[in-house]
């Protein structure tokens, strides 16, 4: 258990409809991540935040967003959703920025699944 | 194009033998790499990172080698287990920026007892 939260753990709906993700990271940290995995894409980043701010953005559609609480929570909001958001998404949480290059570890969440039917 | 190769097809090894993994990129310059290692339905879970500046990492049973001019990383099971069959990632971080992780897609090894 990596202690890192997110809910739902499966969630299934329709084409044009939008859906929030949730994700709690472990208990300190103050970086939160996005990722989506899909089959055909693999595991792709999404954007990050760090306490509240957006750090850096990966390959996230114009039709998602998110945001970090100040309890540090963070939720993805996906809207407009086409059949081919259809994937896994997971959040990932570390203690820091990030800004120290590589060496910070990610600690990863067990992911929802997202169906659009 | 930038691009992360691993081995697409699943890797089948005997239990006890050595399973060898590889990561190869190009068009990027990575100051670290990073192997995760995912089970079915789960998150990635981090194994062992090494520098752009060190050659071999090792890690109980696992090493991880760093070529940079072959632009390769070998990643080493030693005494492999059916505990050890999973998805294995690897995942390059570039210099200058945020910990913003590039994975490949990941080869799935199996164990067979």
């Known amino acids: 258990d990596s202690g890192v939260t997110q809910t739902p753990k499966h969630l299934i709906t329709a084409t044009g409809q939008r859906v929030t993700l949730r994700c709690s990271p472990r208990?300190?940290?103050?970086?939160v991540y996005w990722y989506q995995q899909s089959l055909d894409q693999g595991l792709q980043f999404l954007i990050q935040y760090y306490n509240g701010e957006e750090r850096a953005k990966g390959n996230i559609l114009e039709r998602f967003s998110a945001q970090q609480f100040p309890d540090l929570h963070s939720e993805l909001n996906l809207s407009s959703l086409e059949l081919g958001d259809s994937a896994l998404y997971f959040c990932?949480?570390?203690?820091?920025?990030?800004?120290?290059?590589?060496?910070?570890?990610?600690?990863f969440g067990p992911g929802t699944r997202l169906t659009v039917l | 194009s930038q691009k992360i190769e691993q081995n697409s097809e699943a890797l089948n090894i005997q239990e006890g033998k050595t399973a060898t993994l590889t990561c190869n990129y190009t068009?990027?310059?990575?100051?670290?790499l990073q192997w995760y290692r995912q089970d079915p339905g789960r998150g990635p879970v981090f194994l062992l990172l090494i520098r752009e500046n060190e050659k071999e990492k090792r890690k109980e049973r696992l090493k991880v080698t760093f070529d940079t001019t072959l632009k390769q990383s070998l990643f080493h099971i030693t005494a492999s287990q059916p505990a050890d069959s999973a998805t294995y990632l690897c995942a390059l971080v570039l210099s200058g920026g945020y910990n913003k992780l590039i994975f490949g897609a990941g080869t799935r090894l199996a164990v067979h007892p």
């Open positions: 208990s300190g940290d103050l970086s």
């Open positions: 068009n990027y310059s990575p100051a670290y």
């Open positions: 990932a949480s570390s203690p820091t920025p990030g800004t120290g290059g590589g060496t910070d570890t990610q600690y």
